[in-house]
């Protein structure tokens, strides 16, 4: 039992000695080893260390990715700071040393020395190895009219690690095709069925992708693919949604004696809300029938349907509002019946008061000519 307590306790001892040579061996400085900055915003380093009694600490330096120095001072004497313009001396606890990058850059990426100069066991050191990082940013979805031009953007702060930018189209069945790609010192690539009516930006941090026609099958999701050294693929998704505009058309006729069928139609996409505008009346026969037909190019026949009795034609006028997100008023057919009067009355009232001239001049020239007769 003795042997045992005693080969335990030795144990324990082994083991404390061991914890404390390791961290002997570490060093009394620590440093976390790696670390991401996102780029263009500020970014921290930290390091920390443990003092033994009766030690000092009596300087402190921080070397760049170059091993030059970055920044050194002396602790408790903030104002004697050397070092460059792009960093600064950030407020830390007392055990620490923290700077701070004003602006994370590419050039920023690589590893950074820490060097605590103790007195009297001489100098420790820390190194964080630093990541640049960025995200890829989209405009907001599109929406662009069948036959204008559409352009769609990504854009990625850190073009130094770009290999290639690729777009790649999602369809709304789910079917992915490349659309375009740039590569690092050379000509943007247009797929072969794109050709003609697709451009890319030659750029590796802003790409615009543009359609000029824009088709209606173009409507889909796009994803920008950025291929990085080293960071592998980043990308984004932007979608493009395709609108056709109404052109409406009124037709109508007679279907019975004093009954009119008027049709308003249009061809949009997405379809076109219809509706009537009958001034101040009720001598519409029911309200109107509305129907839609899908047409195989991505359209919409929509044709609204409204039966008046012939008397209201001739009395009020009747529109025909059509109503589509890609407009930004309604667009207005109107029947012609009210304007068709207007118009008549003007004509009645020109014709008559030329009559009356012409008979007037008439009447002279006869008088004249009676006149020189004599
Ligand atoms: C900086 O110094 C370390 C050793 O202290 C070395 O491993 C590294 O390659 C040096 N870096 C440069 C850029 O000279
Ligand atoms: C863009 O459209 C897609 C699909 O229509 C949708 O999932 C996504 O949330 C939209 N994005 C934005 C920023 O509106
Ligand atoms: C209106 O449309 C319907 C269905 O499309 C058609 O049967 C009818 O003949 C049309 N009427 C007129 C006046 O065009
Ligand atoms: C339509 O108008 C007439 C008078 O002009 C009125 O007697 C009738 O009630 C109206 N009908 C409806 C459904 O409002």
């Known amino acids: 039992m003795m042997g045992q307590a005693n080969y335990c306790r030795s144990v324990q001892a082994c083991l404390f000695l061991l914890l404390v040579g390791l961290v002997q061996v570490l060093g009394k400085v620590t440093a976390p080893g790696h670390v991401e900055a996102p780029v263009e915003k500020p970014f921290t380093l930290t390091c920390s260390f443990s003092k033994e009694r009766g030690e000092s600490l009596r300087k402190i330096h921080w070397l760049d990715v170059q091993n030059q ?109 490349e659309v375009a790609s740039f590569a690092k010192r050379s000509d943007p690539m247009i797929e072969p069925q794109f050709q003609d009516r697709v451009w890319l930006t030659a750029s590796l941090s802003e790409s615009t992708l543009t359609f000029q026609p824009v088709a209606i099958q173009d409507e889909g999701c796009f994803t920008c693919m950025y291929e990085t050294y080293a960071d592998g693929i980043k990308s984004s998704v932007v979608c493009l949604s395709i609108y056709v505009l109404p052109k409406p058309q009124v037709s109508y006729k007679t279907t019975s004696p004093g009954v009119i069928e008027a049709n308003c139609t249009s061809v949009s996409r997405p379809p076109a809300e219809i509706v009537w505008n009958v001034e101040r009346d009720n001598r519409t026969v029911g309200p109107p029938l509305t129907r839609q037909l899908p047409r195989p190019d991505g359209t919409t026949l929509v044709t609204s349907t409204l039966t008046v009795q012939s008397g209201l034609l001739k009395d009020v006028s009747i529109k025909c509002l059509v109503h589509h997100k890609g407009l930004e008023s309604p667009i207005a057919v109107s029947m012609n019946t009210k304007i068709g009067t207007a118009l008549t009355i003007l004509i009645s009232v020109t014709t008559v008061a030329s009559l009356l001239v012409m008979s007037l001049c008439f009447c002279l020239w006869k008088c004249f000519l009676h006149k020189e007769a004599d």
């Open 69 to 177: 120095t970055l920044l050194s001072y002396q602790p408790g004497n903030r104002d004697g700071v050397s070092g460059q313009q792009h960093v600064e001396l950030a407020s830390s606890s007392k055990d620490t040393s923290a700077i701070t990058i004003r602006r994370v850059g590419f050039r920023d990426e690589g590893c950074y020395t820490c060097i605590f100069d103790f007195h009297p066991s001489g100098s420790q050191q820390g190194q964080t190895c630093l990541t640049v990082t960025a995200q890829v940013t989209v405009d907001s979805n599109k929406t662009a009219v069948s036959g204008k031009r559409a352009s769609l953007s990504c854009s990625y702060a850190l073009p130094e690690k770009v290999q290639q930018i690729v777009w790649r189209h999602v369809s709304a069945q789910g079917d992915s095709t």
